[in-house]
Structures are given as C-alpha cells and as structure tokens.
C-alpha cells in the first residue's frame, strides 16, 4: 500500500493511497524535510536541509547540500529508485532542489522539484 504524505484521509474515510511515483515523491520530500537525530528508532535518517533556514545561502553551502541529499538518498531510497542527478541552486533566499531518478521497478525516469526558503508558497 502506497500511503499518501502527510498522512492524509481519502473521501470515503479511509487511510489516502497513492500511485507508486507519488509515493516515492513523497518519501523523497520526507527524507529532505527530516532533520538526522528527528527520529529515535533511525538517527541517521533525513538530510537536515530544514536545519539551513538560518544559515547563509550561498554556492559552497547548494554544494554541500548536493552530496549530502545524494547520499541520503542512496541510503534510504535505493532499493526503490537509481539517483541519476541532485541539483541544488541558491537563489536570494530560497533554495531550489532538483532530483532526477529511475524508479527500479519500471524503469520509469521523474524529475522532482523542490524549493524551500522565504517567499516561496
């Protein structure tokens, strides 16, 4: 079963379910959005991009990030999808995130944007 994040209700009261590139879209977000330490049970899971909101933005810290969203994502994710691509770009104040991936299971390639920072909606 595909669970839908955040964890939501469908219409007829039942847990929301989602096809199999939303899944995993959503389990890309969660893995970016967790801090490591956040969870008891896996200290080490999530990337901690969320940890930056106060930190200066800049190319050295887009760079930084890049690897650690790689690696993070190879850690967690690899049984579900190969990562062809991490682009991190530092624009002002938001940080703009885009992941290229293959999903195992199809052999279907998606690209995910993500962008965090003030102004963004």
Known sequence: MNVKFPY????????AQ????GHIEDMIEEILLTSPG???NRPTFGCGIMQL???GNSDSLAAAQQQVIQC????WMSDLIQVNAVYV???DSTLQIDITYTI????QQQTSQFVY???VQ
């Open 117 to 119: 920072g003030s102004g």
């Open 89 to 91: 770009m530092a624009e």
């Open 18 to 21: 989602t096809d199999l590139p």
């Open 38 to 40: 956040e969870r008891v």
């Open 104 to 107: 195992i299971q199809t052999q």
């Open 72 to 75: 993070s994502l190879l850690q």
């Open 8 to 15: 939501q209700f469908d219409s007829t009261g039942y847990t």
């Open 53 to 55: 909101i106060f930190a």
